[in-house]
């Protein structure tokens, strides 16, 4: 069983930067990859970015390659989503997700409740 608790969503104006927080709890961090996703109104989630958690190993989806950098701290059980040069169509709910067993874009069971990331053109 694994707990995420997201935080850092806000304003932003078009161009700017904000980190995403997600705190990580559990038994066990052995295996663990944790990844951010983005949805918007009347769609599904989208992957947005992951990290293995023991070798760091991260994947990136397309859109935010070269300006997003998902990182962790181990002291701190915690996760960030750095996002740089921010745009109007990166807004939406972000949230934080974890699973156990390899670094993919799908199949978390592990939620946060989200955290709004909101981008003024």
């Known amino acids: 069983q694994v707990h995420v608790v997201e935080s850092g969503g806000g304003l932003v104006q078009a161009g700017g930067s904000l980190r995403l927080s997600c705190a990580v709890s559990g038994r066990t961090f052995s295996g663990l990859a944790m990844a951010w996703f983005r949805q918007t109104p009347g769609k599904e989630r989208e992957f947005r970015a992951a990290?293995?958690?023991?070798?760091?190993?991260?994947d990136y989806a397309d859109p935010v390659k070269g300006r997003f950098t998902i990182s962790r701290d181990n002291a701190k059980n915690t996760v960030y989503l750095q996002m740089n040069s921010l745009k109007p169509e990166d807004m939406g709910v972000y949230y934080c997700a974890a699973r156990f067993g390899g670094l993919v874009r799908g199949g978390y069971p592990y939620w946060g409740q989200g955290t709004q990331v909101t981008v003024s053109s």
């Open positions: 990290i293995d958690w023991s070798s760091g190993r991260t």
